[in-house]
């Protein structure tokens, strides 16, 4: 949703790179081009004026001017300004002191709540929590079926004691609910309730009416991140009409500007808490601000990664393949079936791999990734007999004609996987000896994409680290000047999260993957 604005932002920092000082001029030229960024991504006027008077302010006092490197300097102050409009700090859910805990959805019809309602769902019971969701929209077609079947897909019980179609009483639906709950040990109500094609009296009568029936822990409104500016005055009239505490934003995968999301909590005064990045359950998360300021400075979102992985990659198979590796036991493609699937947990490959640092300036390449190659691999691996999968050695021309069938692929594919995985056993090997990394191809369609799949890059690449590394002057006052200096750049440098280093994609499906 931010690849415009991160793409503006992006190309504005380059700019400023390489000045050993900027200028008031500069300062103004690069506070223009974010404002014009800003303003394109639909972001509430107000909000631009704010964000913009802060970032010059601060680009133009001590701390700038000062600085080593001033360009870096500036960056640092846009990401702690998308920060603070994005709200500042992570919020979390209330719960409450005696269970159940009710959260009530609002929201304008189209929004995505009830779908919303299953996501939510599915992630507090990942959490050991034991939801129920409550059908109260019993006016628009089918909502109490499409309820039912969400809830069925999360594995999440419903009340849902009238049919709807404009039969029943959402009231007295919502009320019996927590006494359900209570009866049955739920420890959270999640309440679906009607929408509007607009915001009219006869909607906020009725919130109004099962607000007060089942006085909520938490009430979140659900906004479409695609509608910009509507979706703010959308907020505006709730937060009057009915009020809220929280509010969360869905089809964040959607193609839209975003300035709703960089808008709603400064003209609230709500933050956000969740965010919708897809139409599956798992693609739901909570807000962090600092994570999303990072994603759209193109600095990447690390830290979400490792959450996912951690939720994908069981740890029994974690410690079973180190174990095997360290036994000098070889890699099969019965191992590689198991990682693959793992990685598919997590989402689409360019999903992933956007969340890397530095990644908007490979959108293309991103955007090349076919996913479909990865249940391609799966089908020609569960075509081959166990025998095959643990020794590939076997597969003569008959056998890889049958797999070839079996898995609906050429031969040549088939050739293509078990060349691959060779070189993957021999690189596996390698690491185990002590001989380090190899260089690893790319993804299908990222030729050249993390330095093994295409052309060697020439230059100081080649040198080893004691001829690449800068030599220390052997003037004792200027080699203190020099350490001072790198001391402060290291200093002012944006920190990248220290658990960065800790996760990285299986070498071996980077190197069966390849092209």
Sequence with gaps: MFASLSDRLSATFRNLR????????????????????????????????????????????????????????????????????LGGETRRLRFAKQPPTVILLAGLQGAGKTTLAGKLAAYLKSQSHTPLLVAADLQRPNAV?????????????????????????????????????????????????????????????????????????????????????DA???????????????????????????????????????????????????DFEAFHPDRMASRILDMGDVLTLIEQAERAFDAEQAERMAQKVSQGEDFTLEDFLEQMQAVKKMGSLGKILGMLPGMGEMKAQLDQVDDRELDRV??????????????????????????????????????????????AQKMMRQMRGGKGMPGIPGMPGMQGFGGGGGKKSKGRSGKTPAKAKKARSGNPAKRAAEEREAAVRAAEAPAAPAAAADFELPDDVKKLLGG
Excluded: W, Y
């Design 145 to 229: 079926d499409q309820l039912r079947i969400v809830g069925e897909r999360a594995g999440v019980p419903v009340f849902a004691p009238e049919p709807g179609n404009g039969v029943g009483d959402p009231v007295q639906v919502a009320r019996d609910s927590v006494k359900h709950a209570e009866v049955h040990l739920n420890d959270i109500v999640i309440v679906d309730t009607a929408g509007r094609l607009a915001i009219d009296a006869e909607l906020m009568d009725q919130l109004v009416r099962v607000r007060d029936a089942v006085d909520p822990d938490e009430t979140l409104l659900v906004v479409d991140a695609m509608i910009g500016q």
């Design 378 to 423: 799966s089908a020609i691996i569960q075509s081959m007999t166990p025998q095959e999968r643990r020794d590939p050695k076997i597969l003569n021309a008959s056998r890889r004609a049958r797999i070839a069938r079996g898995s609906g692929t050429q031969v040549s594919d088939v050739n293509g996987l078990v060349d691959r995985f060779g070189e």
């Design 232 to 282: 703010v005055r959308t907020a505006e009239e709730f937060g009057a009409g009915v009020g809220f505490d929280g509010v969360v934003l869905t089809k964040l995968d959607g193609d839209a500007r975003g300035g709703a999301a960089l808008s709603i909590v400064s003209v609230t005064g709500r933050p956000v808490l969740f965010a919708s990045t897809g139409e599956k359950l798992e």
């Design 18 to 85: 390489g000045k050993g000082r900027l200028s008031e001029a500069d300062i103004d030229e690069t506070v223009r081009e974010i404002r014009i960024a800003l303003l394109d991504a639909d972001v509430a006027l107000p909000v631009v004026r704010d964000f913009c008077a802060k970032v010059k302010e601060r680009a133009l006092s001590s701390e700038v001017s000062g600085a080593l490197n001033p360009a870096q300097q500036v960056v640092k102050i846009v990401h702690e300004q998308l920060v603070e409009i």
